[in-house]
């Protein structure tokens, strides 16, 4: 029910754009947003938009760098990543559901999307 595409092999300070597409049914009402999972670690989360258009926080390790965005009309969310850093590499997952206290959780995020991997290298 979620599509996600845009991940990819690029080098460090290159840009990537992930979309994530999904049903009106799943979408509408819902926060959509995106966690990763780099290898060894747990699943975390980056950012969402609420279905209103509101943006939560940024995780610090992003903030200037990745923008997210929100086409209710597509019912998709983006993810415009600049200036990409190793440290980034990971399995990006789309992910819909509420916000718990302004973000979204993974014990509360109702459907995944089944990720798409983004590697940088140096």
């Known amino acids: 029910q979620l599509v996600e595409s845009g991940g990819g092999l690029v080098r460090t300070g290159e840009s990537l754009k992930l979309s994530c597409e999904a049903s009106?049914?799943?979408?509408?009402?819902?926060?959509m947003g995106w966690f990763r999972q780099a290898p060894g670690k747990e699943r975390e989360f980056v950012v969402a938009?609420?279905?209103?258009?509101?943006?939560?926080r940024y995780i610090d390790s992003v903030k200037g760098r990745f923008t997210v965005s929100r086409d209710n009309a597509k019912y998709a969310v983006y993810l415009q990543m600049n200036n990409l850093k190793p440290e980034d590499t990971a399995t990006y997952h789309c992910?819909?559901?509420?916000?718990?206290?302004?973000?979204?959780?993974?014990?509360?995020?109702?459907?995944w999307g089944q990720g798409t991997q983004v590697t940088v290298v140096s």
């Open positions: 938009v609420a279905w209103t258009g509101g943006i939560t």
């Open positions: 009106g049914r799943i979408a509408r009402g819902n926060a």
């Open positions: 992910a819909i559901g509420p916000l718990v206290q302004g973000v979204m959780t993974r014990r509360t995020t109702v459907y």
